[in-house]
T-cell receptor, first 113, second 114 residues
Framework: DAGVIQSPRHEVTEMGQEVTLRCKPI?????LFWYRQTMMRGLELLIY????????DSGMPEDRFSAKMPNASFSTLKIQPSEPRDSAVYFC???????????FGPGTRLLVL | AQSVSQHNHHVILSEAASLELGCNYS??????LFWYVQYPGQHLQLLLK????DPLVKGIKGFEAEFIKSKFSFNLRKPSVQWSDTAEYFC????????????WGLGTSLAVNP
């Protein structure tokens, strides 16, 4: 298996633009997680899905952030409009269950100017 | 709700020194415990985990961790570090209750000087 795939790997955009991050989990994994990592706040769970259904989105910072999982092999995290404080590395991870090992993707490094 | 505390935020060691990174959690029920590692510029990957059985868990690259239930601790150890162990180390524990998402510590940055 190729592991968790994320795209793009790097994104530079201007404030106010829409940003869409994509994730393909490992085939067969029922859980998908979106994390944000910054120097100041460390690793934060934004939202996670089970069988394509959002279970906990309490970590989503505000309404500018939204996430979808239209099918078992694809998820998106959208920021609209983006702001400089959204600059971070965004990781997607997947697992067989909430308790099992999470497999992380390579991350998307987002810079909002 | 569960909380995870990593006491050492930054650790600097010389090669061959011994390492111990602290991790304490707040919930005393049945726990699964994880240590993840993030090498510079890379994504997080599992270092080791404890689910049940022997409280001394062996992981990759010579790392081990000991689950001490009475102390709510899961400290990470390595007897002799190498320069290649320079990385960020994260402890994680599932939340208590119905929502079992992982709760992450803030991480410990380890720098090993050659």
């Amino acid at each position: 298996d190729a592991g968790v795939i994320q795209s793009p790997r790097h994104e530079v955009t201007e404030m106010g633009q829409e940003v869409t991050l994509r994730c393909k989990p490992i085939s067969g994994h029922d859980y998908l997680f979106w994390y944000r990592q910054t120097m100041m706040r460390g690793l934060e769970l934004l939202i996670y899905f089970n069988n394509n259904v959002p279970i906990d989105d309490s970590g989503m910072p505000e309404d500018r952030f939204s996430a979808k999982m239209p099918n078992a092999s694809f998820s998106t995290l959208k920021i609209q409009p983006s702001e400089p404080r959204d600059s971070a590395v965004y990781f997607c991870a997947s697992s067989f269950s909430e308790y099992e090992t999470q497999y992380f993707g390579p991350g998307t490094r987002l810079l909002v100017l | 709700a569960q909380s995870v505390s990593q006491h050492n935020h930054h650790v600097i060691l010389s090669e061959a020194a011994s390492l111990e990174l602290g991790c304490n959690y707040s919930y005393g029920g049945t726990v699964n415990l994880f240590w993840y590692v993030q090498y510079p510029g890379q994504h997080l990957q599992l270092l080791l985990k404890y689910f049940s059985g022997d409280p001394l868990v062996k992981g990759i690259k010579g790392f081990e961790a000991e689950f001490i239930k009475s102390k709510f601790s899961f400290n990470l150890r390595k007897p002799s570090v190498q320069w290649s162990d320079t990385a960020e180390y994260f402890c994680a524990v599932p939340n208590a209750g119905n929502n079992r998402k992982l709760i992450w510590g803030l991480g410990t940055s380890l720098a090993v000087n050659p």
